[in-house]
């Protein structure tokens, strides 16, 4: 459905595109326990992020056309309940943009993705109830392809009133910076210092994201006790090395050239997601029969 469409998108930022391979069927997810994000993820905070739609906007953005594919199906007399909105539960934008970062996540989870908190787990339910409803109303909601009906009409009402920033256009720019980044004299020592911190532990691996994605990890949903310990050493290194400290850095500062390079392409961009969160909010705010600003949840950018 449309949905998976968002949620690859903000799977790619997150790992940076440099993640592990998901295995069939989507990334793995550990099995019970449902931790925080740790500090050392929520820190890791980007220059782009003022422009971009962070995985928290993502949701209500899908939230508010699902509202509105609602409103749809209400005037063909078909009832629609809209999906909930979780309420600060969305990861870190860069939870996994340099690998795993959280000691806890690894020490419980390893490289496989922690589960769905319990609202994030009741929206996939939401989502998986609808692949069972009558084949009328996914006809009426999503077309036979899956992207047409009611669907369709909301998508366009929201591109029409409210568009938002390039995420195609900020994607390359995330890409770009990250590849940048990785050839600057301090992430290359800070790389080697992690490697050889590694080795001294009995690790193999060139960088962290060939650590996470060594396929012997990737045959179970569940982490072997090797997956752990490697992760655990991994998350260990890259604090002894300081790797992540100083690889944020650095692409922060990369970021910033690029920011200034593009200025106009820049302020454009937050312009759209300033107008887009608006729109959203006011949507989400009729739905709850509130006023905008106190019913959608959605932070002000």
């Known amino acids: 459905m449309p949905r998976r469409l968002w949620a690859a998108v903000v799977l790619v930022l997150a790992v940076g595109c440099g993640g592990p391979p998901a ?8 099995p019970s326990g449902v931790p925080t994000a740790g500090k050392e993820a929520r820190d890791l905070v980007l220059p782009f992020d003022a422009y971009d739609l962070s995985p928290a906007d993502l949701q209500a953005v899908e939230t508010a056309e699902d509202v509105l594919l609602g409103r749809c199906l209400r005037r063909q007399g078909i009832a629609w309940t809209s999906l909930s909105l979780p309420r600060g ?11 795993v970062v959280e000691p806890l996540v690894a020490a419980r989870f390893g490289y496989h ?19 069972r409803l009558p084949l009328k109303v996914q006809v009426a909601a999503f077309g036979r392809t899956g992207t047409g009906g009611c669907w369709k009409k909301a998508h ?12 195609g256009r900020l994607y390359e720019h995330h890409k770009k910076t990250l590849a940048a980044s990785r050839q600057q004299a301090p992430v290359v020592r ?35 006790p090797e997956e752990l310990a490697t992760a655990v050493a991994d998350v260990a290194c890259k604090k002894k090395s300081r790797l992540v400290t100083i690889w944020a850095g650095i692409e922060a500062r990369l970021q910033q050239q690029v920011v200034r390079m593009h200025r106009s392409e820049f ?11 608006s729109y959203v909010r006011r949507v989400l705010g009729e739905e709850q029969g509130e006023p905008a600003r106190a019913g959608s949840h959605v932070p002000a950018p």
């Open 190 to 224: 800070g790389l080697r210092a992690w490697k050889a911190c590694m080795l001294a532990e009995g690790y193999r691996y060139q960088d962290p994201y060939q650590a996470g994605a060594d396929p012997r990890w990737w045959k179970s949903r569940r982490p072997s």
């Open 89 to 99: 539960e969305a990861d870190p934008p860069h939870r996994r943009r340099y690998g």
């Open 23 to 30: 295995a069939p069927g989507g990334p793995p997810q550990a």
């Open 156 to 167: 366009t009402e929201r591109l029409r009133r409210a568009p938002g920033p390039d995420t």
């Open 267 to 277: 302020e454009r961009a937050a312009t759209a997601k300033r107008r887009q969160l």
């Open 113 to 131: 993705l922690p589960p769905h908190a319990p609202q994030a787990a009741k929206r996939e339910r939401q989502h998986q109830a609808r692949a």
